[in-house]
T-cell receptor, first 112, second 114 residues
Framework: QKEVEQDPGPLSVPEGAIVSLNCTYS??????FMWYRQYSRKGPELLMY????GNKEDGRFTAQVDKSSKYISLFIRDSQPSDSATYLC????????????FGAGTTVTVRA | DAEITQSPRHKITETGRQVTLACHQT?????MFWYRQDLGHGLRLIHY???????NKGEVSDGYSVSRSNTEDLPLTLESAASSQTSVYFC?????????????FGEGSRLTVL
């Protein structure tokens, strides 16, 4: 079983829809949770970062972490064609452990 | 601007050949990583380094090696390339002092082993 599970999709939504992405994980030692966005043939870039449980909002993006359920989510409101990309969840353990464990990534297409 | 660069961006090689992928960063980051990306698997960690002369194995390290002789570079070597190593390889770096531990990725090196 993978340490981090993420439905690879693909996911296709009309412009303006809410996109909901999620990951589950098995290792309760994970403390730092991130979402990366990757455009085609590019390297991933950090989109959202959350420490421990809770919600974080940044513009149209909201990240949620529920450590009791080992479940993290990313919501994209008012989705735009420019949001079409692969979204990867990532997480790491303690403050001295810098390597990230990634989900498989979900490919999202927003149709104009 | 500081950056992280990978070379070559594309390479085709034959089974059994030795291949080295270069990674160079100008942020002076202590931490450097090599991941491979395959459909359905996401990014899997191959090797990582937390400083000069420090190297560590990741989850898929068999058939790969790295060396860290300075802060800026972490070359990845495939000792004897196999078709199963056909993949897109990403190098990344991070600042050990940063709260987020954000990884900064290169553009990737696409390797095909025939």
């Amino acid at each position: 079983q993978k340490e981090v599970e993420q439905d690879p999709g693909p996911l296709s939504v009309p412009e303006g829809a809410i996109v909901s992405l999620n990951c589950t994980y098995s290792n309760s030692a994970f403390q730092y949770f991130m979402w990366y966005r990757q455009y085609s043939r590019k390297g991933p870039e950090l989109l959202m970062y959350t420490y421990s449980s809770g919600n974080k909002e940044d513009g149209r993006f909201t990240a949620q972490v529920d450590k009791s359920s080992k479940y993290i989510s990313l919501f994209i409101r008012d989705s735009q064609p420019s949001d079409s990309a692969t979204y990867l969840c990532a997480m790491r353990r303690g403050s001295n452990d810098y390597k990230l464990s990634f989900g498989a990534g979900t490919t999202v297409t927003v149709r104009a | 601007d500081a950056e992280i660069t990978q070379s070559p961006r594309h390479k085709i090689t034959e089974t059994g050949r030795q291949v080295t992928l270069a990674c160079h960063q100008t942020w002076n980051h202590n931490n450097m990583f090599w991941y491979r990306q395959d459909l359905g698997h996401g990014l899997r960690l191959i090797h990582y380094s937390y400083g000069v002369q420090d190297t560590n194995k990741g989850e898929v390290s068999d058939g790969y090696s790295v060396s860290r002789s300075n802060t800026e570079d972490l070359p990845l070597t495939l000792e004897s390339a196999a078709s199963s190593q056909t993949s897109v390889y990403f190098c990344a770096s991070s600042d050990h002092r940063a709260l987020t531990g954000e990884l900064f990725f290169g553009e990737g090196s696409r390797l095909t082993v025939l």
